[in-house]
């Protein structure tokens, strides 16, 4: 990875990303985190700041097809991988299978812990099309919602699973 | 659901559902705007302390930083919710009162040197004893957190109704038990943030805020601003169960960084700054005093309370008396007394959560009541069925109860949960426990003393009337009254949900509501939006009558189609003769608004608790306890609703799961605690226990049928009433399954653990439990 030094001495890094399938060069500092680059940088603020410690998942976000928190993920560490976030879930006017549920199944009430959520399950059924109620809530254990007690989210997830 | 109506009474899909799934909803935090700085808060690290000086010198050479501020930058007035109790300032002047307290504030161009700069800032604090405790801060010598507060009493209140210790002398049996609750808090997803932008004397905060009307009412108080010249505008907001009520502080020191850079300025907190700002759940001792006849009919009830306020009034004096106010209203008796002290503590202040005061109380009340029918040897679900409150009744608080379907939901739920097959027959290990509930509709009363209206909406049908758009003060937080606004607007014009468009919750654009709290929208805000979408037909009849040829009484419109209720084949669309007016006449407008009758009694604190209408619910739980370990494990819930006409029966369960979901973290895991030194130890969110997905049992959310005459389409709250019976159906039903009673919140596992240990060792005669709970207070 390329740096320069700035004149008080700190390095920056040249990162190329991919993200939702466009090519990104981008300039970042040894300890700028990936949620950060997504959402200043690249105005990406679908992604969510919620905790900050990895606690929450509202910055759930793919690397490499594996959901992570970007506010763990270091943007130095991503360099020369591709990320899907939020934005990237639909790419035309027609909505993604799990979009859909979730509008449809009143799964979304405030919508901050939403792109996360919906990020989360598309990892899940990415590797396993037929999970089970099980399966889902712990796919989604690891992204807090405060306002649909999980409910609708898990019959959203499901749903989308059909055909 | 109902077919007398088209629109409302069916699950349409949210307004926002498709911006919020894709991304593209932007909160206050992910704005932007050219040349904005960052701005952070300085805060206490003691929870009591004189300041003797702040030396900002060096934050503000720091390069980056635009702005460093104090209490000498910013006006000295205090705030809070009401003119006795104004206690709090923008940033304090000679002590702070908890850990988290403000201090000062920064502006630079990035976060980075913000948080470098607050590292510069040089405060020299004077330590000074503290007091954690309420029933502490009350006693004689204890520190003084408010000069002008003795004993550290914030409210004390004392309401006695009929006779209660006559009813308690007449009693065949009376009882007294003791509560303890904890503090927890709101924790929405989303953290605090403003963004204020002051330019030439105008004042424009973007605000992730339930109220934009009270942020504007107390922003332009504090710096002298004409109403007008203040707009506060919603963005889409991640939640706020109470915590984004009241101003947070960001939108005082932003707007004030803001002035003085002449660049708009975002502030936010980070989620430990957001628990130590708080604005939760109070903790309440709860003695509560029941005398019943011999069949468990309650005749008399004395609450008597103390609450852990923290530092300031915040919301409080409200909580304060929900706190007692609330328990009147789902069983009939005489005889009520309700003693309450707010205390001062060196705590972050308390304020409004989900169901306001009342949930402690309720969980105090409805673990009492089991105790009361085992004492009586009545099942607890029957007690309730011969206490449960009828409709068209007073409370003796003299809340007037219109509808209410109490005993059907308590009765549904019975039949639901199989309670009569179950309740004694289960196996070793397994309970089943009820409690019931009762909300506002809305306060009686606005938030500050003014005689404007509750709520006021007005609707402007497009130009060639393919769309119209409502405009309201109400305040979606998630919780979908946009989305039932739209369905009642819709419904009252005549008109389609999908045409519909709506600016919400912007001062300047959209009149007057008081947002969301107190679960008023539906009701409140409803009332306005049918009154305006009423005058948009009314006109729209009168020019369709122009246009047809018929007197205007004999037409009507529905689902965008004007007709003749006679003679069908003559019709129009709702779109060509909203054209027609618009080209005769001008913009087609409608207006509304709303103020509730006069209601309640005169007495001190008489309208806190008033409401036009009164939610009911019963909740059932069934739980397995691991006899070992004290862990609940929860298998099912039950909760059946009175809410009136339901608008959207999708998102009123949304409610009814979260409000669960809520209830069901405070009653096992959530508590907020502090160390010895009033500093938070689980501010985040992976200490301060919420649910996760594993965590939630099985919900069945039913309802019964109801109808509210004094509220459009008979509707009712729902949105808070779902989290108030919860923690004491947990209680009732661990108590079923061991025997044991856990007397303070949350019913942990610990503490399930402990109360089965210390009563095998009663039962093996080693060890008295009376007096454990009386240590601890």
């Given amino acids: 990875m390329e740096a320069l030094t700035d004149q008080d001495g700190i390095k920056r890094y040249l990162v190329n990303i991919n993200v939702n399938g466009d090519p990104y060069t981008v300039i970042v500092k040894a300890n700028t985190l990936l949620v950060n680059l997504l959402r200043d940088q690249l105005d990406l603020t679908g992604t969510k700041k919620g905790c900050e410690l990895g606690d929450c998942g509202s910055c759930t976000v793919l690397l490499d097809g594996k959901p992570v928190n970007s506010c763990t993920v270091l943007a130095v560490e991503a360099d020369g991988r ?46 396993n099309p037929k999970p089970t109620e099980q399966e889902v809530r712990e796919a989604i254990s690891g992204n807090l919602c405060r306002c649909t007690g999980y409910v609708n989210i898990v019959k959203a997830v499901l749903e989308a699973t059909g055909d | 659901m109902n077919e007398n109506y088209s629109v409302i009474g069916k699950s349409v899909p949210k307004m926002d559902g498709r911006v919020k799934v894709t991304g593209q909803a932007k909160y206050t935090g992910d704005l932007k705007f050219p040349n904005m700085l960052v701005g952070k808060i300085l805060t206490s690290p003691h929870a009591h302390a004189r300041i003797i000086s702040i030396d900002t010198s060096k934050a503000e050479k720091l390069p980056g930083v635009k702005a460093v501020i104090t209490h000498r930058d910013v006006p000295s007035l205090k705030y809070g919710i009401s003119p006795a109790r104004w206690d709090e300032n923008i940033f304090c002047i000679d002590k702070v009162r908890f850990v988290g307290d403000k201090v000062a504030a920064v502006a630079a161009l990035d976060e980075e040197t913000v948080y470098r700069a607050l590292k510069l800032i040089r405060v020299e604090y004077e330590v000074l004893p503290a007091v954690f405790d309420p029933v502490e801060a009350i006693r004689e010598g204890a520190p003084r957190i408010h000069d002008e507060y003795p004993m550290n009493i914030n409210t004390e209140i004392h309401q006695n109704f009929g006779d209660v210790e006559k009813a308690f002398a007449e009693a065949h049996h009376v009882r007294t038990d003791l509560f303890m609750g904890q ?254 509930g009762s909300f506002v509709s809305g306060a009686g009363y606005p938030i500050y003393r003014t005689n404007l209206p509750q709520a006021a909406a007005i609707i402007k049908v497009h130009e060639d009337g393919s769309a119209a758009t409502l405009y309201t003060g109400a305040t979606d937080i998630g919780q979908g009254s946009d989305t039932v606004l739209c369905q009642m607007a819709a419904e009252a014009m005549g008109y389609f949900y999908e045409n519909m468009k709506i600016v919400s919750a912007d001062t300047e654009t959209t009149p007057h509501d008081f947002g969301a709290y107190a679960s008023r929208q539906t009701l409140m805000s409803g009332s306005a939006v049918k009154q305006a979408g009423e ?218 653990w402990r109360a089965l240990k210390e009563k095998k060792e009663m039962e093996s005669g080693l060890k008295s439990a009376a007096g454990r709970i009386y240590d601890k207070c």
């Fill in chain 2, 183 to 436: 503090r927890t808090y709101q924790c929405p997803i989303e953290p605090h943030s403003a963004i204020s932008i002051w330019e030439g004397g105008k004042l424009t905060v973007y605000s992730s805020t339930q109220s934009p009307h009270y942020h504007q009412y107390y922003i332009a108080r504090e710096f002298g601003l004409k109403m007008g010249d203040v707009r506060v505008i919603k963005t889409f907001v991640g939640g706020g169960f109470g915590g984004k009520l009241e101003p947070t502080g960001l939108e005082f020191a932003g707007a004030a960084l803001s002035r003085i850079t002449g660049r708009p300025v975002k502030m936010f907190y980070d989620r430990h700054e957001m628990f130590a700002h708080n604005r939760g759940r109070h903790r309440q001792i709860m003695e509560v005093t029941t005398g019943v006849d011999k069949n468990g009919k309650i005749l008399g009830l004395h609450a008597n309370f103390i609450m852990d306020g923290g530092a300031y009034t915040s919301l409080g004096i409200a909580s304060a008396y929900y706190a007692g106010a609330m328990l009147t209203l789902t069983y009939d008796f005489e005889n009520y007394k309700f003693d309450m002290i707010r205390a001062y503590t060196n705590l972050p202040a308390c304020g409004a959560q989900r169901g306001h005061g009342a949930p402690q109380p309720r969980y105090a009340l409805e673990a009492h009541l089991d105790m009361v029918a085992r004492d009586l040897g009545i099942d607890p679900l029957e007690l309730r069925l011969r206490n449960a409150r009828q409709p068209n009744t007073i409370t003796p608080n003299e809340f007037k109860v219109n509808s209410c379907e109490l005993t059907a939901c308590i009765e549904k739920a019975r039949e639901l949960s199989g309670w009569k097959q179950k309740k004694g027959n289960l196996p070793s290990g397994r309970g089943i426990g009820l409690a019931v």
């Fill in chain 1, 82 to 127: 591709g990320i899907t976030t939020i934005e990237g879930v639909a790419r035309s006017e027609k909505l993604d299978k799990i979009q859909e549920s979730f509008v449809n199944n009143a799964a979304v009430q405030c919508g901050y812990c939403t792109p996360g959520m919906i990020l989360s399950a598309k990892a899940l059924l990415a590797r």
């Fill in chain 2, 535 to 752: 005058e948009v037909k009314q006109q729209l009849l009168e020019m369709a009558g122009e246009m047809m040829e018929l007197p205007p009484g004999e037409l009507d419109c529905r689902e965008g189609i004007v007709f003749s209720k006679y003679s069908p084949e003559a019709t129009r669309t709702f779109a060509e003769v909203a054209r027609e007016f618009f080209v005769q006449k001008g913009p087609l407008v409608g207006r509304g608004s709303y103020t509730p009758p006069k209601l309640g009694g005169k007495f001190k604190g008489a309208p806190v608790g008033t409401s036009p209408a009164y939610s009911f619910a019963a909740q059932i739980s069934e739980v397995e306890i691991d006899g070992e370990t004290g862990q609940i494990d929860v298998k099912e819930v039950w909760d059946v609703h009175d809410c009136g006409m339901v608008i959207n029966p999708a998102l009123l369960r949304g409610q009814v799961h979260g409000a669960l979901f809520m209830g069901m973290g405070e009653s096992v895991w959530e508590e907020v605690v502090f160390d010895k030194n009033g500093r938070i130890l689980n501010g985040n969110l992976g200490e301060y226990r919420m649910p996760t997905a594993v965590d939630m049992p099985k919900i069945t959310s039913e309802l019964v049928e109801s109808y509210e005459p004094a509220a459009p389409w008979g509707v009712k709250e729902v949105g808070e009433g779902a989290t108030i019976p919860t923690m004491g159906c947990f209680s009732n039903a661990i108590y079923d399954a061991m025997g044991v009673r856990v007397y303070s919140l949350p019913l942990s596992y610990e503490k399930v």
